[in-house]
């Protein structure tokens, strides 16, 4: 029988900010566009969504240097584009469907926090790239595949070491080891070599040591972190929904786009494969 060490129980963190200023026009000159109007999935519009199209404003304060020349690229690319794209300021924090002109779906989201984690060696920086991408893959229901930059900020706020398994036994203090069998994490006792599962929903912490587990195991799986759709535009920025519903509007990601489910969903049901996406 085993005496387990104390559990952290997930989900923990949120998964994927930017300075907040407002910005001005599209661009200098760019005349207003018509009214904005909702469409709905199956092609009807909504003619009582008046909404005008977004004015795209210089905004006051960037990063980098870099940072504002593939703003103002971005931005421009985005006017001079005249298909079906999403546009995303991440000083206003907000989402735009455009077709030419007009502005068919507007939202909220959260975008990063443009934030730097150093931890037990290692450096990660948070925050959403600049520039233009396109939609890769559509995900109904996705499970997140935590990096290793969560383990880094669970350990780090609860004060514990960090370590990563071995491909074979992790060896503990107490002589017995850590193991994956059939894909799942448990604790094989020295003397009776009997193994017990661990909890898939938990972190694995033992001896003041937050263990990160191997990809290919259940134990690295979190369902309903990413909400109930996700547009994934490459590089491990997606844009998804999420059950941290105050976060959005909000710089707390770590370089994912967060948004309401409802407004994922009507994304995910328009916004066909190969999309561009612009973020500036």
Request: glycine content about 4%; hydrophobic content about 45%.
């Given at each position: 029988m085993f005496h387990l060490a104390p559990s952290i129980s997930r989900p923990l963190l949120a998964v994927c900010?930017?300075?907040?200023?407002?910005?001005?026009?599209?661009?200098?000159?760019?005349?207003?566009?018509?009214p904005a109007r909702r469409a709905s999935a199956d092609g009807e519009v909504d003619s009582t969504f008046d909404t005008l199209a977004p004015a795209l404003v210089m905004p006051s304060r960037y990063r980098s240097r870099r940072d504002?020349?593939?703003?103002?690229?971005?931005?421009?690319?985005?006017?001079?584009?005249?298909?079906?794209?999403?546009?995303?300021?991440?000083?206003d924090r907000q989402l735009w469907?455009?077709?030419?002109?007009?502005?068919?779906?507007?939202a909220p989201v959260g975008v990063s926090t443009d934030s730097t984690l150093e931890y037990s060696g290692r450096t990660w920086r948070f925050e959403t790239p600049r520039g233009v991408r396109s939609v890769l893959a559509?995900?109904?229901?996705?499970?997140?595949?935590?990096?290793?930059?969560?383990?880094?900020?669970?350990?780090?706020?609860?004060?514990?070491?960090?370590?990563?398994?071995?491909?074979?036994?992790?060896?503990l203090s107490d002589g017995n080891w850590l193991e994956v069998r059939n894909d799942t994490v448990g604790v094989v006792d020295a003397t009776s070599r009997?193994?017990?599962?661990?909890?898939?929903?938990?972190?694995?912490?033992?001896?003041?040591?937050?263990?990160?587990?191997?990809?290919?195991?259940?134990?690295?799986?979190?369902?309903?972190?990413?909400?109930?759709?996700?547009?994934?535009?490459g590089d491990g920025i997606l844009l998804h929904g999420t059950p941290h519903k105050a976060s959005i509007g909000e710089a707390t990601t770590h370089g994912c786009i967060r948004l309401r489910d409802e407004d994922i969903l009507w994304l995910y049901q328009i916004t066909p494969l190969e999309a561009r996406v612009y973020i500036y």
């Open positions: 900010a930017i300075v907040t200023v407002s910005e001005l026009a599209w661009a200098q000159g760019h005349p207003r566009s018509k504002s020349v593939a703003s103002v690229r971005t931005r421009s690319a985005a006017l001079l584009e005249t298909g079906l794209r999403i546009v995303i300021s991440l000083n469907l455009m077709l030419g002109p007009d502005t068919l779906y507007n559509k995900h109904e229901n996705p499970v997140w595949i935590p990096p290793d930059w969560h383990y880094a900020e669970v350990a780090r706020n609860h004060s514990l070491a960090l370590a990563a398994m071995t491909r074979r036994r992790t060896m009997e193994f017990a599962a661990l909890p898939t929903n938990e972190e694995i912490v033992f001896d003041g040591t937050l263990f990160i587990p191997p990809v290919s195991s259940v134990n690295r799986r979190i369902e309903g972190e990413l909400g109930f759709h996700s547009l994934d535009t």
